[in-house]
């Protein structure tokens, strides 16, 4: 799938089958997100792979917004230093992971933006980094819409060298 594909047709996905994520293709997700671009390439970004059935049980649980990591085969837990451009940084390297996983079928979906502290100590995280994200990533269940989006017609929310103009 080229590029734009899959940035046309990503969905969020929130529940996934029984079925391990290859090792190649974990490994290239965490590839993606560490070839990642970042302000003055300072990288501020640590990845956890978690992989194993009752740490991702656990991670359901505390993610408020995501009970179902729980369910998911593999999910990756985003670190983030408390540098000026970090969080910036460290999403756009998850859209990186989220968009090659998409590319080989395998869905995710953002869980986040705070209310991940007691995943702190589940993981020994040092005190210095703080979570930005847990990406849960697996195999859809379900044929999901690829491409079909409810979104503003780009008139909304484009306009031609200044504010208000087509």
């Known amino acids: 799938m080229d590029v734009f594909d899959a940035v046309r047709s990503v969905l969020a996905v929130r ?3 029984n079925r391990p994520v290859p090792p190649e293709l974990t490994e290239r997700i965490v590839e993606a997100g ?3 671009a970042s302000s003055m390439n300072l990288q501020p970004w640590h990845f956890i792979v978690v992989q194993d059935t009752d740490t991702l049980k656990r991670l359901g649980q505390l993610a408020r917004t995501g009970p179902y990591i729980a369910k998911a085969p593999l999910a990756i837990v985003v670190l983030v230093e408390r540098t000026r451009f970090a969080v ?3 999403s756009r390297a998850i859209q990186s ?3 090659t996983a998409w590319a080989e079928g395998v869905g995710s979906n953002w869980v ?3 209310g991940l502290d007691e995943v702190k ?3 020994f995280i040092p005190e210095d980094l703080d979570i930005l ?3 849960p990533f697996g195999y859809p269940t379900s044929e999901l819409g690829r491409g079909k989006k409810k979104r503003k017609e780009m008139a909304a929310v484009v306009s031609r060298e200044r504010y208000g103009q087509a």
């Open 34 to 36: 560490r070839l990642t």
């Open 15 to 17: 529940d996934f089958e």
């Open 112 to 114: 986040g933006f705070g």
């Open 88 to 90: 910036s940084d460290a």
């Open 133 to 135: 994200a847990v990406v």
């Open 97 to 99: 992971m989220v968009l």
């Open 121 to 123: 100590a589940l993981l």
